[in-house]
């Protein structure tokens, strides 16, 4: 028999026993859609993958199993459920899954948002630390400053006319807070001038997530092995260098003369802190994730605000009257005012609601074999938290695809009101995101009437990727004053 037999009848054989074990496996006591030798449900995710998850679970429960090639994946949409996984039983399930991009990008789990429990915990704690003495200090000044910005490119528009869109402008705004308090780093307004992080950081940042996005079946499919990190590398290695590069040249600068008693920045707090080893690979990993974590995520928060305030122009102007009574003659918005302005905050609550960016948030993985709530856990399962079945499940939502944001006024929904996750690793920016989001909402809104440039709705439709954004759209600004 030649070689190229032997191969056929080897992946047929695979082929089979892979299908057999998805399907029929006798163990298995959780429900789940038809699996594909292999792939699993790799290829039948579709385009928005959250929508999909959520019309399985409503066919084969709020805990049910699918394969992501081979790995056993439990997706969970019942907020009680989430609770006892992400919460109760938090060290079972605190890690991510050993996925050969997430090695790549964070130099063999050296980072924050991938690393394993005991180097997570470590580094957790010096950027929690870190983003406790900033609050004290002056994160509110980096925030008024970025809003001044982007108001006065607002302005420049509504002077001239000119169709607005948002999409860039916000996502340098967030970009400006991550880099002005992580490396006191600032991108100007004016294209081009900020060549260097543009080109460095921002769009070989984009082109990896791009790549690398949910259910690449390099990552999930263990028998291409090596071959799946060396195409993975291939892939990404130009981009991931000029990260780096960009970064080292950070560290580099701010090595030279930083002072452990009066850090300028969180880069500083992060430098001067204790590793346990591999102190640099981790300075590079964690401030990578800030700025991978903290840029688009707050920006698309914001791109979908715009959207919202177009298709309901009642909701917008009850939100201006609310914050016009607060704030009166002081022509500025602050932090303070939150609290005074429950319907804007409420409006920023819904959005999150209704369009979380993080759909399905970051899988974690199963470090032993369990029994939670009647069901079974093996030792490697991935996990799933569809936070978007969540937040629009009837159950705990009236009419959950409608944008309802006084929905929020008589109850804080805080038990299935999910978009930074819940537990001890849920999203460490959380703060930080509100506070930004809430700056510029209502500074917008005080500012500016925002309808759409054609007069029509526009299109609410999710397009899922890093984060779940909408298609581009432009917006005409007229002034409130
Ligand atoms: C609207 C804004 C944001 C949303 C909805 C969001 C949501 C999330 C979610 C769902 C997770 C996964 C948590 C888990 O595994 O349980 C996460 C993790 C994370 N987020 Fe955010 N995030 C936002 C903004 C930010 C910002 C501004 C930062 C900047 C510092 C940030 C930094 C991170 C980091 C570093 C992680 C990984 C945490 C860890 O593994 O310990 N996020 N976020």
């Not at 006024?409 to 989001?437: K, M, Q, T």
Request: proline content about 5%; some cysteine; overall charge neutral.
């Amino acid at each position: 028999m030649g070689l190229i037999s032997i191969a056929i009848i080897t992946i047929v054989f695979l082929a089979i026993y892979s299908f057999y074990k998805k399907n029929f496996d006798p163990k298995e006591k959780l429900k789940g859609p038809l699996q594909l030798p292999i792939f699993g449900s790799l290829l039948s995710l579709g385009k928005l993958p959250h929508h999909t998850l959520m019309r399985w679970a409503n066919k084969y429960g709020k805990v049910f199993r699918l394969y992501m090639g081979d790995y056993r994946t439990v997706v969970v949409s019942d907020p009680v459920m989430i609770r006892e996984i992400w919460v109760k039983n938090f060290e079972i399930f605190s890690d991510r899954p050993h996925l050969p991009t997430f090695e790549y990008l964070s130099d063999g789990y050296h980072d924050l948002s991938s690393s394993d429990y005991t180097l997570w915990k470590h580094n957790r704690s010096i950027v929690g630390n870190a983003f406790s003495k900033m609050k004290l200090k002056n994160v509110g000044t980096h925030l008024d400053r970025q809003c001044k910005l982007l108001l006065k490119r607002m302005k420049e528009f509504q002077d001239s006319g000119e169709v607005f869109y948002p999409r860039n402008h916000l996502k340098k705004f967030s970009l400006n807070i991550i880099l002005s308090m992580v490396f006191s780093e600032e991108v100007s307004y004016d294209e081009g001038v900020s060549g260097r992080v543009l080109e460095q950081l921002i769009k070989p940042m984009d082109r990896i997530f791009e790549l690398s996005g949910t259910g690449n079946p390099l990552d999930f499919i263990k028998i291409l092995g090596p071959v799946s990190m060396f195409l993975i590398k291939l892939m990404v290695q130009k981009d991931y260098h000029l990260i780096k590069g960009y970064l080292s040249q950070l560290y580099e600068e701010h090595l030279k003369n930083v002072d452990p008693n009066n850090p300028r920045d969180l880069f500083d707090q992060i430098i001067t802190s204790e590793y346990p080893s591999a102190k640099e690979k981790n300075i590079l990993g964690i401030s990578s994730d800030m700025i991978s974590a903290g840029t688009d995520t707050s920006a698309t928060t914001l791109f979908w605000f715009f959207l919202y305030m177009c298709n309901n122009p009642h909701i917008q102007e009850k939100a201006y009257n609310e914050i016009k009574d607060i704030v009166g003659s002081d022509k500025e918005v602050l932090l303070s005012h939150r609290i005074s302005t429950p319907y804007t905050y409420a409006i920023i609550k819904e959005i999150l609601r209704i369009r979380p960016i993080g759909p399905l948030s970051i899988p974690r993985s199963c470090n032993e074999d369990c029994q939670i709530g009647g069901f079974e856990f093996y030792k490697g399962d991935q996990l799933i938290m569809n936070i978007f079945a969540v937040h629009h499940d009837e159950q705990y939502w009236t009419e959950p695809d409608r944008f309802i944001p006084e929905r929020f006024l008589s109850n804080n929904h805080a038990e299935y009101w999910i978009p930074f996750s819940i537990g001890p690793r849920n999203c460490v920016g959380l703060n930080l995101a509100l506070d930004e989001i809430y700056i510029a909402v209502a500074n917008i809104l005080f500012n500016y009437k925002i309808t759409s440039e054609s007069g029509n709705l526009i299109d609410d439709t999710e397009v899922f990727g890093l984060t779940t954004h909408p298609n581009d759209f432009g917006v005409k600004l007229e002034s409130r004053f």
